[in-house]
T-cell receptor, first 115, second 115 residues
Framework: DAGVTQSPTHLIKTRGQQVTLRCSPI?????VSWYQQVLGQGPQFIFQ???????GRGNFPDRFSARQFPNYSSELNVNALLLGDSALYLC??????????????FGPGTRLTVL | AQKITQTQPGMFVQEKEAVTLDCTYD???????LFWYKQPSSGEMIFLIY??????QNATEGRYSLNFQKARKSANLVISASQLGDSAMYFC????????????FGQGTTLQVKP
């Protein structure tokens, strides 16, 4: 079975631009979460979507937005990019949102560099 | 608010020996889950082991075991018979009883296995 897939793997943008990152969950998983991992730190929660509805939002500005499609894939959008948005963006999928079934399977990540 | 503290930025262990990676947590949720993930230099987060707050026994998964001490709010990861491939970053994370699926990660511990 295919794991979580993310595209693109690497991305270089300049300040002020907009970026869209994509994630496909494991087949059968209805929950997708997005995390930002700045170099040298642990991942920080950005969003969670379950059954196409936003279930949680981390402490990120409104420049960050996301959505989940009927096939449970998801997109993360970041507008007006700042240098500080340079990070590894991780997508994780899970069956549900709580308990043991919340075990989140992570994709390989998209490494975003903002110049 | 939930918090994870990993006090060991870096650890060294000799191949074939056991090593313990420390993790303390803070949460007000009556029910929670604790996770350990491994992150190799490739960036992908690999699930290792899970411990539920009401689980009676410490979790084990192959060479990984979790030393769960609820009263001390600690969830240390023990890796037995270390292998060179265990060299990576290790993250402890907590998930609360809320329905957001949000994981709170610590800062991580870099483990290097010496031949």
């Amino acid at each position: 079975d295919a794991g979580v897939t993310q595209s693109p793997t690497h991305l270089i943008k300049t300040r002020g631009q907009q970026v869209t990152l994509r994630c496909s969950p494991i087949s059968g998983h209805k929950s997708v979460s997005w995390y930002q991992q700045v170099l040298g730190q642990g991942p920080q929660f950005i969003f969670q979507y379950y059954e196409k509805e936003e279930r949680g939002r981390g402490n990120f500005p409104d420049r960050f937005s996301a959505r989940q499609f009927p096939n449970y894939s998801s997109e993360l959008n970041v507008n007006a990019l700042l240098l500080g948005d340079s990070a590894l963006y991780l997508c994780a999928s899970s069956l549900r949102t709580s308990g043991r079934v919340n075990e989140q399977f992570f994709g390989p990540g998209t490494r975003l560099t903002v110049l | 608010a939930q918090k994870i503290t990993q006090t060991q930025p870096g650890m060294f262990v000799q191949e074939k020996e056991a090593v313990t990676l420390d993790c303390t947590y803070d949460t007000s949720d009556p029910s929670y889950g604790l996770f350990w993930y491994k992150q190799p230099s490739s960036g992908e987060m690999i699930f290792l082991i899970y411990q539920g707050s009401y689980d009676q026994q410490n979790a084990t998964e192959g060479r990984y075991s979790l030393n769960f001490q609820k009263a001390r709010k600690s969830a240390n990861l023990v890796i037995s018979a270390s292998q060179l491939g265990d060299s990576a970053m290790y993250f402890c994370a907590v998930h609360g009883s809320g329905n957001t699926g949000k994981l709170i990660f610590g800062q991580g511990t870099t483990l290097q296995v010496k031949p």
